[in-house]
């Protein structure tokens, strides 16, 4: 079992900046992938980043460049770096751990889930 909680939701004026962070607790947090995913009003939930144990990365192309995803094993926490924010970037953003350590981008993949934290971007 893994328990998810994310927090750094807000709001932002376009161009800013937010840090989203994701507590895991109750599994080997070193052995899981951790992926961040977000979805807006109407919309079916997206892939934005993944992170492997390894530390290799893959980034949706819609936030490639300007979001970066990073995580620290001693704190079991993993981290989403959101820069040049756009209004299409409001959503609430949710972190996922996928127990088999694979990249994948597939929502349904994922085995645990946050509650979510909601990030708005006014323009």
């Known amino acids: 079992q893994v328990q998810l909680v994310e927090s750094g939701g807000g709001l932002v004026q376009a161009g800013g900046s937010l840090r989203l962070s994701c507590a895991a607790s109750g599994r080997t947090f070193s052995n899981v992938a951790m992926g961040w995913f977000r979805q807006a009003p109407g919309r079916e939930r997206e892939f934005v980043a993944v992170i492997k144990r390894s530390g290799f990365t893959r980034y949706a192309d819609s936030v490639k460049g300007r979001f970066t995803i990073s995580r620290d094993n001693a704190k079991n926490t993993v981290y989403l770096q959101m820069n040049s924010l756009k209004s299409e970037d409001t959503a609430v953003y949710y972190c996922?751990?996928?127990?088999?350590?694979?990249?994948?981008?597939?929502?349904?993949?994922?085995?645990?889930w946050g509650q979510g934290t909601q990030v708005t971007v006014s323009s």
């Open positions: 996922a751990a996928e127990l088999s350590v694979v990249v994948t981008t597939t929502p349904s993949d994922y085995d645990y």
